[in-house]
């Protein structure tokens, strides 16, 4: 796919690049703060305070009016009409090794988990080393692990990835980073051997192992599929310049290389050829460091509270913590408004409904109302 590319202005010309001042972080629940821009109206309300470094919110169809909020440490929050519960969904503190680009990092619940009460964590290990296992849920008791799906040797601290997802196809994705440092020192991104920068998937039901759907990418923390469409759109962090944001049709050819660590964004960063396999993926979007410095992937909007937003692309940056949607038209980029910010935007989520909420690692988590 060859798409259009649209490059945010520098920070400069932006009036809510990260400065020290405090962001929307800062409002109590049941406050509204934001902006709007445009003809798309959101503003970002807090619903939830004093969560311990939260990094992922999930949902299931089967229970609309649950949100699970993943904290780093290794804990999984419940927050039901507003009110967290005390007990934890799930704790394997003892299990995880938290801190910095490490810890507890998502959940994805199983297609049928209203009957089977499967679902799926992703962790790095006490030895920095990333593990995807599943658990089974129990009515009145603490979920019980079941098995391990995935073990990936980490060489170092940073770039874990951790994303879990399961796309239209009823597959289990995880989004694996290029295995830290800087610069991918060991070539693993364009490695078809490794399993690091790579998009993996997974029959869960099956016997079958895991096969790489996409490739040449350097820290995808966050991707997601549209829930109507079935497209698939990738937030990859960027090394020293540029930001990503990768769309791949439900439609794709295959296999998808996406470029790292021969190009960052559309611009060379090695000197070298792309490895031939599947066909190359340039970003949709992209924007300069200086805007953010750590794009955090979201969500394309399919809820019903925002009719204004619909189908647009929401995302942001955990640096400046800047909001921003994204709209997209035959794989052209028409207008990129910002929606206010969330200092330390660690992740974005989806409830039952299609609506959006936002996470900030300081402790907090916000839902999109209009504006």
Not at 76 to 96: C, M, N, S, T
Not at 134 to 140: N, P, Q, R
Not at 195 to 218: A, F, H, N
Not at 356 to 365: E, F, H, K, P, R
């Amino acid at each position: 796919m060859r798409s259009a590319i649209v490059v945010l202005a520098a920070c400069a010309a932006l009036t809510a690049c990260s400065s020290g001042s405090p962001g929307v972080d800062t409002v109590p629940p049941g406050t509204t703060a934001g902006e709007t821009d445009g003809l798309v109206r959101v503003t970002l309300r807090a619903i939830a305070t004093g969560l311990d470094a939260p990094v992922g919110i999930s949902s299931t169809p089967s229970e609309p009016e649950r949100l699970y909020i993943v904290e780093q440490p290794g804990r999984v929050r419940v927050l039901e009409q507003g009110k967290l519960a005390a007990q934890p969904f799930l704790d394997i503190q003892e299990q995880v090794q938290s801190g910095g680009e490490q810890g507890l990092l998502s959940l994805a619940f199983h297609p049928d988990y209203a009957s089977n009460g499967l679902f799926y964590v992703n962790y790095t290990d006490l030895q920095g080393d990333t593990r995807v296992v599943e658990y089974e849920a129990g009515a009145g008791a603490d979920p019980v692990r079941r098995r391990e799906l995935l073990f990936v040797d980490q060489p170092y601290a940073n770039h874990n990835g951790g994303q879990l997802a399961f796309g239209p196809d009823a597959r289990l994705y995880v989004g694996m980073g290029d295995g830290g440092s800087g610069g991918d020192p060991e070539d693993r991104a364009q490695d078809l051997s490794e399993r690091l920068g790579k998009l993996l998937s997974i029959d869960v039901d099956g016997r079958g192992r895991w096969r790489i759907e996409g490739y040449g990418l350097r820290n995808p923390w966050r991707f997601s599929f549209d829930r109507e469409t079935g497209d698939l759109w990738i937030g990859d962090v960027g090394q020293g310049d540029w930001e990503e944001i990768d769309q791949s049709p439900r439609q794709s050819p295959g296999l998808e290389n996406y470029g790292w660590d021969v190009f960052e964004g559309t611009h060379s960063y090695e000197d070298k050829e792309p490895n031939p396999a599947g066909h190359l993926v340039e970003p949709v979007y992209e924007y300069r460091h200086g805007a953010g410095c750590s794009v955090t992937g979201g969500y394309v909007y399919r809820g019903s509270r925002i009719p204004s937003a619909r189908g647009r692309y929401f995302f942001g940056d955990y640096c400046s913590g800047t909001v921003w949607s994204l709209g997209l038209s035959d794989g052209d980029v028409l207008d990129v408004p910002r929606h206010g910010r969330v200092e330390a935007l660690s992740s974005f989520g989806e409830d039952a409904a299609g609506e959006l909420y936002v996470a900030s690692q300081n402790g907090d988590v916000f839902e999109l109302v209009p504006g």
